[in-house]
């Protein structure tokens, strides 16, 4: 499969293992071997393959894939995930690069998380899309895991720049930060969210990771001063205490001497390590930007709230009084420890804009200093948060779209439930509610509307217990919130009759018929959800529910010289009291809110789900509880989420947002079509030999079946844009070229235009910049001026300067950068350096023209030096003695020549190779000082080429030679700066040559 169609995968609402309907691939089916003659049923990857879609088909095909260790399969896009209770080796860096850019839609692919993320990742990337990834399911079934998968692959994708690497270190430290504060042990759960979690990560217009911003929903504050049998009270108190931060802020007992932290009777659990979560704690505290002092004011609040549980408490009259504070609790708190007496015992209203204090008693101080617990870790939680949000934010420019991922609280059945089960199971309903409309009633709504043929498929609809519990003014809430802030004597008992009388022919609420009825406990309401039935303690929900803190409390953080105790408590400022008339939102109605912001921040956003299941409660791997699996496929409907999408369409867009994006794949559509847009979008389909039967129209919307045309119409679109921007990109190409040499044209006409009476002809005229597209036109366009140029000061010269102009730069081109000391001296190159005209001419009368003629030291065949002087004609070079008299051994044909040779040392060597063996003539020629030497070889060569003897001129750092009679004694001329005393020197003098 194309690896170009990443870019399509989010259209499509199924998997690549769907990808003909029902029809199943070979690739989609775990197979399993004959037991004796019975053969089991095959186990699909997308349950959408499942031969008779029914519970129990959904349960046994579950089960198959977790007992072959595949934890993760499909119901179409969505993803259900078994929580293994090990770990599996299957989100390593190959895994990663086995499904980026693969997404969900790979039929040869095995179920997995990543494909999931993949999907949503491009879709952002490619599309500009706002994602979600809503990740539901009961507590321990895995949703803090999955959200974590979701991050690391993502990050793992995305650019890997400084600073993109920076921003991904950062979102990803806060995962352990977050499950340190907002975590404990449960019954249900080792590392149990007790609080809701939504994280935007944030991406820049390349689609790299910009920043991120998170959002919390009801901490289970209650958790601090209490917890149930094997429970513990949040990680970061026992990870404080397990490290050395504890007893360096004077924190020297551990955790089963201290009150709020011993309750549960399970200090430790199983598998994780206190004290290195801490370490990564610290250094995510740090690597997001939080200060040394921030991060020591903050674990100083969380030992202050440890020791808050260690204040003992006596009477004093009516009120009460501190019997004894822990040690170090004022230091830590930044207060006195008078003042936090004060604010323990007393309590202060404002009556008529007038500070009126009472006395508390002992129960009610006790109280007071949970309160303050609660309060505090509330706050600093919230402080936490929003420290890393400053920290991690991207800037509103910088930002193109978000993936957002919801890791929210599981469903949760406990032996006694209060206000905070109620809330968390409030809240997985509205998820549920939301899952319902997109995946159940709004598809099969949508096809009915559409017109699309349709046979509807039943579901349940939680719709009614969402009203029971949120709708005004009779809902659970709402009577709650009526008694908790109604004047006089009001009681949790009072609120549960209120109920039982509202909600009496509601089948979803069951309360006592009367003191007789024992079918529930004392005090006590049955709640019937969607994931099962939930009775409800009533006592301490109208407490819970208002939520009050004593002014004397926050007066008590806002004093204090820890800046971050201060910073929570904002409305312990006296000077705010008299005007603070307005009552703050009860607990159960700020609940609400924040959820109906929370359904529609994600109904802004395209959604994909990760729907996670336990399988046991023992947390145990290859172990499940069938009763438990049913029940969870029952309430999370995945039954019915199986029907709806095995018979519904994968694709769906508007008629004209589908006939814009295809209508290039139709010659007859494409630039233009006069037509309606309903036969445009046939033409289209009949253009590609895509049969009717692929397709129905609805009234505003085109329905596709099947994955496999989605993908056919994409790859067409994906060739056609190709041709499209490779027209588009040649248009703009030749433009720019044109502009640039438009450019450098005009700048180099308004340089050259005055060169011809230049007396320089333009030398030294800088030429304009160009660009790499110029590279070659302005090499040739220089060489042709340098031509001109070199004309244009040739022809200023007489034709005797002209000659010997050639000369010398002959011999610049065989002698220029090779021989060592060479230069073009003026006035050099003069002919003629024998001295006695009158017997020149008398040879030249005999011999012909005089070419060239200078004195020479000739060596002879046994290496002696013998003056001569060497004449060279048109056809000939002789070897004259000084009276210029020649004979037969003198005369060296031109023709009879085969090179010429110099060193490239500082000398003035040059040999004549004769192509008859044993007639190499060796000679010294000029001095030091002058181009004799230069000269005669560039001479000779003019020569020899006249009569067509096309010698090569050899400069090298030897010259091996033959001048011998004897055949084959070649000898070697080596040069040596002072070769004085070297052995095989015949000249015991300063000379530069040493033969062998």
């Known amino acids: ?464 217990i969402c009203d029971l519990i949120e709708k005004t003014p009779i809902g659970i809430i709402a009577l709650l919130d009526e008694e908790s802030i109604r004047p006089g004597d009001k009681s949790d008992a009072v609120w549960l009759g209120k109920m039982a009388d509202a909600f009496k022919t509601n089948e979803r609420f069951v309360a006592r018929a009367g003191a007789s009825d024992r079918s529930l406990p004392p005090n006590s309401f049955k709640l019937v959800h969607y994931a099962g039935e939930v009775v409800y303690s009533v006592s301490g929900f109208l407490e819970k529910n208002t939520d009050t803190l004593f002014k004397d409390l926050a007066r008590l953080g806002f004093e204090s010289t820890n800046p971050v105790f201060k910073a929570c408590f904002p409305e312990g400022n006296e000077k705010e009291w008299a005007g603070a008339s307005k009552r703050p939102p009860t607990a159960g109605k700020a609940f609400v809110k924040s959820m109906k912001a929370m359904i529609e921040l994600l109904n802004c956003k395209i959604p994909s ?124 190409r030749l433009y720019l070229i044109r502009r640039e040499i438009d450019t450098y044209y005009q700048s180099l006409k308004k340089k050259f235009s005055n060169v011809k009476s230049d007396k320089k002809f333009g030398y030294g005229v800088e030429w304009p910049s160009h660009g790499p597209i110029l590279k070659q036109a302005d090499f040739m366009l220089k060489k042709v001026f340098k031509n001109w140029w070199a004309r244009q000061m040739i022809n200023t010269l007489s034709e005797e300067q002209q000659r010997i102009l050639r000369v010398q730069l002959l011999a610049y081109r065989f002698l220029d950068g090779e021989k060592e000391g060479f230069v073009v001296m003026k006035n050099s190159f003069t002919q003629h350096f024998y001295e006695d005209e009158t017997t020149l001419e008398a040879f030249a009368s005999v011999n012909g023209e005089c070419m060239f003629d200078c004195p020479i030291i000739k060596l002879s065949r046994k290496m002696k030096p013998m003056p001569r002087t060497v004449v060279l004609t048109e056809s000939t070079v002789y070897k004259a003695d000084n009276s210029l008299k020649v004979n037969a051994r003198r005369t060296i044909p031109l023709d009879t020549l085969s090179a010429i040779s110099v060193s490239k040392f500082k000398d003035n060597y040059v040999v004549l190779h004769s192509k008859t063996p044993g007639h190499d003539l060796v000679f010294s020629i000029g001095g030091e000082s002058d181009n004799h030497l230069a000269e005669f070889v560039a001479r000779l060569y003019l020569a020899c080429r006249s009569i067509d003897n096309r010698i090569p001129v050899n400069v090298c750092e030897s010259i091996t030679f033959n001048n011998s009679t004897t055949e084959g004694q070649e000898k070697t001329l080596v040069f040596k700066k002072n070769p004085t005393g070297i052995a095989g020197s015949r000249f015991q003098r300063p000379s530069t040559v040493l033969y062998g």
């Not at 408490?313 to 009516?318: I, P």
């Not at 015992?345 to 200093?369: G, P, Y």
């Not at 729907?611 to 699996?629: T, V």
């Not at 769906?652 to 794949?665: A, C, G, N, P, V």
């Open 609 to 732: 789900y990760v729907r996670c299941i336990k399988p046991n409660h023992l947390k145990a791997p290859k172990k499940i509880d069938d009763e438990l699996l049913r029940h969870q496929v029952k309430y999370l409907g995945l039954t019915e989420n199986v029907r709806v999408r095995r018979a519904g369409f994968c694709f769906r867009e508007t008629k004209d947002s589908f006939f814009f994006r295809y209508k290039l794949l139709s010659p007859n559509t494409y630039p233009t079509w006069n037509g309606t847009v309903e036969k445009g979008i046939v033409e289209i389909f009949e253009s590609l030999g895509i049969a009717p039967s692929a397709y129905q129209m609805g009234k505003t919307k085109v329905f596709v079946k099947n994955p496999t045309t989605v993908f056919r119409l994409e790859e067409e679109r994906d060739e056609k844009l190709e041709e499209v921007v490779t027209r588009l990109q040649l248009a703009w």
């Open 1 to 464: 499969m194309s690896r170009r169609l990443s870019r399509s995968n989010s259209l499509i609402r199924g998997s690549g293992h769907s990808l003909q309907g029902t029809k199943r691939g070979r690739n989609s089916i775990l197979r399993r071997r004959k037991s004796g003659s019975f053969r089991h049923e095959d186990a699909v990857f997308d349950h959408i393959l499942l031969r008779k879609v029914s519970e129990d088909g959904v349960v046994n095909n579950l089960k198959q894939l977790y007992f072959n260790d595949i934890i993760y399969s499909y119901i179409g896009n969505v993803i259900v995930a078994v929580n293994p209770f090990r770990a599996l080796d299957i989100y390593s860096d190959e895994y990663v690069e086995k499904f980026r850019g693969r997404s969900a839609f790979d039929p040869k692919l095995q179920p997995h998380i990543f494909a999931l993320a993949d999907n949503v990742f491009n879709d952002m990337r490619y599309r500009g899309n706002d994602q979600v990834v809503i990740i539901s399911g009961e507590s321990g079934a895995g949703k803090t895991e999955s959200s974590k998968k979701i991050m690391q692959y993502v990050a793992a994708v995305s650019g890997a720049t400084e600073k993109v690497n920076e921003v991904k270190n950062k979102l990803l430290n806060t995962n352990p930060v977050l499950e340190s504060f907002g975590n404990a042990k449960t019954t249900r759960n080792d590392n149990s969210s007790r609080f809701g979690k939504y994280m935007d990560i944030q991406f820049d217009f390349h689609g790299e990771p910009a920043g991120g911003v998170i959002t919390t929903y009801l901490l289970e504050k209650a958790r601090v001063v209490h917890q149930g049998e094997n429970e513990r009270n949040f990680h970061i108190f026992y990870q404080l205490l397990a490290s050395g931060k504890g007893k360096e802020i004077g924190l020297t007992k551990d955790a089963t001497h201290y009150r709020y932290l011993n309750q549960g009777n399970s200090p430790k659990v199983k598998g994780m390590n206190d004290q290195s979560w801490f370490k990564e704690v610290q250094d995510g505290l740090n690597f997001i930007g939080f200060t040394s002092s921030e991060v020591n004011n903050v674990f100083q609040l969380v030992g202050a709230i440890i020791l808050l549980g260690e204040i003992k408490l006596g009477s004093q009259g009516q009120g009460s009084k501190v019997d004894s504070f822990p040690q170090n609790i004022g230091s830590l708190l930044g207060v006195k420890e008078s003042d936090l007496e004060r604010s323990i015992t007393h309590s202060t209203v404002i009556v008529n804009r007038q500070q009126v204090a009472s006395d508390l008693n002992v129960e009610q101080a006790q109280n007071a200093v949970n309160t303050l617990a609660k309060a505090m870790y509330d706050r600093l939680f919230k402080w936490v948060y929003e420290r890393i949000n400053t920290s991690i934010a991207a800037k509103k420019g910088d930002m193109k779209a978000v993936i957002g991922v919801l890791d929210i609280y599981g469903f949760e059945i406990f032996q006694t439930n209060s206000f905070e089960q109620f809330c968390i199971n409030y809240c997985n309903e509205k998820l549920q509610q939301l899952f319902i409309e997109l995946t159940l009633k709004t598809e099969q709504d949508e096809y009915l509307a559409e017109g699309i043929e349709w046979k509807e498929i039943d579901y349940f609809n939680n719709k009614i």
